[in-house]
């Protein structure tokens, strides 16, 4: 069907004469939707309104589309085609919609049966109303004329779907009134996307007099017998935990609650709260002072572990608390609350999510990187603020953590917490992509990638044998260090590398060797502060001024491969003498694990990791004499800028599309080639779509991102003409400004 002048067909009499037939507003944004479906000749015709309050899009009429996900589909500002549009206020017009980089596929819309699309903003003066879509099945099926028709509809629009917005920000909830409370929000910059619904509980302030009033309360008229039943339940939970963590964990959870089991055991601990409530005193007041009597010696040791330890009984405070004062038998974790911390240790993130937490809030000075890779491995929510309001919220107030957008809502209301708890299954349901992924990755024009996993937890190995990740491109060993507070010995990490192998039967396995020092430190190792910690003892250099754990390492790992194909990588080299100094480690290490009788027939290939300026000024060299080579892209950026990755401060000069950056790469690219070094890409670049279309065009192939993007990240290179991105990489690499190459970027993303 021809669809000329469509500008003059749909006049604003027939739009207006719909409002006037009796029905519901879905039932008349329906008719709308049919109506401008049917005069645009589309088969898709959506109506997304904004939601000021959410600061979303929700997907409120369809034609063409899944009708199951009207009110369901929730988009973020800036997420997908029609998010952008909203975001940028600009029409897009795309031949084929999956071939521009933003798009995002909504499983079970049925949309993949649609390439042409078309979206405008809808907008009343300056503010926001919502998205107007179409779709078609058939390529570059809408033109200008059609941007242009569908512009004028929407402006035609406007007036009337505000309202109906309005009417339906009022009408929600079986027609109850939305609640019209002033919710004060905390923003900050989200980690783990996710969002957390709970109460308030600050980390730090637990047995402060807040603390004391909201259990005194509860727990007043208690006496020794339920102490002693709290205690029962509290030891029960405990060693339940222990085991399943042995079991979800075991690579950093292994008797994580030692501690806490002893305590319950300690009679100076236990024996003299009983005596204080047989004293008179209540049960809850005399856990308190006892914990913080505890609290006080523990923090004022030398002892760096021991001071750890004050963490571990504010925890087990915690969960007598809760067991006293809550009547549920598994009350004694986190479920329903929300951490607000100061600082956190990796291992009390393992502890406080192992016991169920719904999110956490972590003050931005006292967060660290390898907190935000190990809670994005454990998949809790997480955000960090610098707003210090944090601290004064009340325990036990309601919030929801909104960990997409990087926001605390604090008292919202219950109509505001079922709207997240929409948006939380909306999220969840993303994970259907899953099913959609592929044995193996191709680009458009036919060019083979590869999709590697990098692990950080073994429980990563799971998601990354669902999404047939082609094998693990890097494991990050230090985790097991960092959380425990001794070094584990040979035997220990045997066990660990061992299940990686069980678990991963591909060729593709990539251990690397301890990256501790820089942010992530051994809080066991003395005299390990030192004023530059990026600059100083970390990775590789570490490992070569204490070869003992060199080789410990070096011979588990060798232990656990044997049999197998595998590969060792070392992180941060700086010269062709650490990494023939890093190869010889590894004859050593065979050669102790030989003289101990153990046998060792294949070896691994070995590996260098490029993140130092220094390690690219070698390249040639590294690539002659290594195996093959993975450019670390966080720490290459870090080093070759000059800039923290951890410095929130300036975090805007941490640019990936800088042209040293670029060139660098591609001169790695070029010796890795030359010396026919396989090459990978490892760290945050690898699952950034902008990037990675220049590093295709490169001719770089093989990527190591975190498993659960893989879907995604799969679906987007489908997308991708690589012969094209191959003449756009050389356009970009004669860039010589940041604002050249990251207009040049958006801009040859957003073509078709
Ligand atoms: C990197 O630097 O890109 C990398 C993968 O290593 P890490 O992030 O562990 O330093
Ligand atoms: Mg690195």
């Known amino acids: 069907m021809n669809k000329d002048n469509v500008e003059l067909i749909c006049n604003i009499g027939e739009l207006s004469g719909l409002f006037r037939e009796k029905s519901d507003i879905r039932g008349f944004l329906y008719k709308v939707v049919k109506t401008v479906a049917a005069h645009m000749k589309a088969d898709v015709c959506s109506i997304y309104l904004y939601d000021e309050f959410l600061d979303r899009l929700i997907l409120e009429a369809t034609e063409g589309l899944n009708p199951d996900l009207i009110g369901k589909l929730i988009l973020s500002i800036g997420e997908g085609l029609v998010g952008s549009s909203m975001k940028e206020l600009r029409p897009i017009l795309e031949k084929r919609g999956r071939d521009n980089p933003s798009f995002k596929a909504v499983p079970g819309s049925l949309e993949e049966k649609y390439d042409a699309f078309l979206a405008v903003p809808i907008l009343q003066d300056v503010s926001r109303i919502g998205v107007l879509v179409l779709q078609h099945s058939r390529p570059g099926y809408f033109n200008r004329n059609d941007m242009m028709a569908l512009k004028a509809i929407a402006s035609q629009l406007a007036t009337t779907l505000e309202n109906a917005k309005l009417l339906m920000g009022v009408n929600k909830k079986n027609n109850g009134v ?3 409370r002033e919710i004060s929000v905390i923003r900050g910059r989200s980690i783990v996307e996710g969002i957390g619904i709970g109460t308030v509980y600050v980390l730090e302030d637990q047995h402060n007099d807040r603390g004391k009033d909201f259990y005194k309360e509860i727990c007043d008229s208690l006496g020794l017998e339920d102490f002693q039943t709290a205690l029962k339940q509290t030891a029960e939970q405990l060693q339940n935990l222990q085991a399943e963590m042995e079991e979800r964990l075991s690579d950093v959870a292994s008797f994580i609650f030692s501690t806490h089991l002893l305590m319950l055991q300690d009679t100076s601990f236990i024996g003299f709260i009983e005596d204080e409530i047989r004293g008179g005193k209540g049960p809850c007041l005399a856990v308190i002072d006892r914990v913080e009597y505890f609290v006080g010696i523990f923090s004022q040791s030398e002892n760096p572990r021991v001071i750890e330890k004050v963490q571990d009984i504010r925890d087990l405070g915690h969960r007598i608390l809760r067991n006293l004062a809550m009547e549920d038998q598994n009350a004694g974790d986190y479920s329903g609350q929300l951490v607000i911390a100061r600082e956190l240790l990796p291992s009390e993130l393992v502890k406080i999510t192992a016991q169920h937490v719904e999110g956490f809030v972590l003050y931005s000075q006292g967060a660290s990187a390898h907190i935000a890779v190990l809670a994005k491995s454990l998949d809790v929510p997480m955000m960090y603020t610098e707003d210090k309001n944090v601290f004064n919220l009340q325990t036990n107030i309601p919030v929801i953590l909104d960990g997409i957008q990087g926001n605390l809502l604090v008292d919202p209301g219950s109509d505001t917490m079922e709207e997240f708890q929409k948006i939380h299954s909306s999220v969840s349901d993303w994970s259907d992509l899953e099913n959609s992924v592929t044995d193996e990755t191709f680009t458009r024009d036919g060019k083979k990638l590869s999709l590697l996993a990098t692990i950080n937890l073994l429980s990563d190995i799971s998601t990354a044998v669902k999404v047939k990740a082609e094998g693990i491109g890097l494991y990050r060993s230090e985790f097991p260090f960092i959380i425990r507070n001794s ?13 990686i192998f069980q678990r991963m039967s591909s060729d593709i396995i990539t251990l690397r060797t301890l990256d501790i020092g820089g942010d992530k430190i051994l809080s066991y190792m003395p005299d ?28 588990a790992m060798l232990r656990a491969g044997q049999g197998r194909s595998f590969r060792i990588m070392f992180p941060m080299i700086s010269s062709l003498d650490d990494f023939l100094e890093s190869k010889r480690m590894v004859e050593k290490s065979r050669e102790f694990l030989l003289r101990d009788g153990f046998e060792c027939k294949n070896m691994p290939q070995l590996g260098v990791m490029v993140e130092l300026p220094s390690a690219i000024e070698m390249a040639g060299e590294l690539a002659e004499e290594a195996d093959f080579i993975s450019i670390g892209s966080n720490d290459l950026v870090q080093y070759l800028l000059g800039v923290d990755r951890t410095n929130e401060k300036v975090s805007s000069f941490y640019e990936a599309r800088h042209p040293a950056v670029l060139r660098s790469i591609a001169r790695v690219v070029r010796a890795a080639a030359k010396a026919d070094c396989p090459l990978s890409l490892c760290g945050n670049m690898a699952s950034d779509r902008g990037m990675l279309y220049f590093l295709v065009g490169t001719g770089m192939t093989n990527f190591s991102l975190s498993p659960g993007l893989i879907p995604e990240i799969q679906h987007y290179l489908n997308s991708l003409n690589a012969e094209k991105a191959k003449v756009d990489a050389k356009i970009l690499l004669s860039m010589k400004t940041l604002k050249e190459v990251d207009s040049y970027i958006t801009e040859v993303l957003s073509r078709s």
């Open 487 to 499: 070094f584990p010995s040979e035997e220990e990490q045997f066990l660990v590398y061992s299940k």
């Open 528 to 555: 390990q502060k030192e004023d530059n910690p990026f600059l100083g003892l970390r990775a590789i250099r570490f490992l070569l001024q204490n070869k003992k754990i060199f080789v410990s390492q070096l011979k």
């Open 178 to 180: 939305r609640e019209q």
